[in-house]
């Protein structure tokens, strides 16, 4: 597209982090609802949720990331960004679902209230 510059996602799985995930993945049973959230969101066509994305700049967290946490964090009653936020330095299964990226509560705010708001009918 003219002179767009197409949007860089940060990895959702740092390779320093490698050895963690695999501890973090054996500690996260089968059929747990942090799998299953992680399952129904990858079924999901977020093509909208990356058009929201503008490129250029720093990298951003990817929205299937970022989706998926907030579907898991509603899962456990955790709304508050500033939670949400601390559960992903602090909890074995937000860790797991995240691949270890910690993004803050700012972050998390303005991707649910801008990004998602934007285009949730879509997504869903």
Known sequence: MGG???????????KPAMLM???L???TPEGHLVRVADEMIDRLDIAPLKRQSKGGGTSAYHPRMMLTVLVYACTQ???????I???LRENIH???????SQPDHRIINRFR????????EEVF
């Open 4 to 14: 767009m510059k197409e949007q860089q996602f940060k990895p959702c799985t740092p």
């Open 21 to 23: 995930l695999a501890h």
């Open 25 to 27: 993945d054996e500690m």
């Open 77 to 83: 009653q955790s709304f508050s960004s500033r939670k």
């Open 85 to 87: 936020a601390k559960a």
């Open 94 to 100: 937000h860790m797991w679902l995240s691949g270890m």
């Open 113 to 120: 209230g801008v990004v998602m708001k934007a285009v949730v």
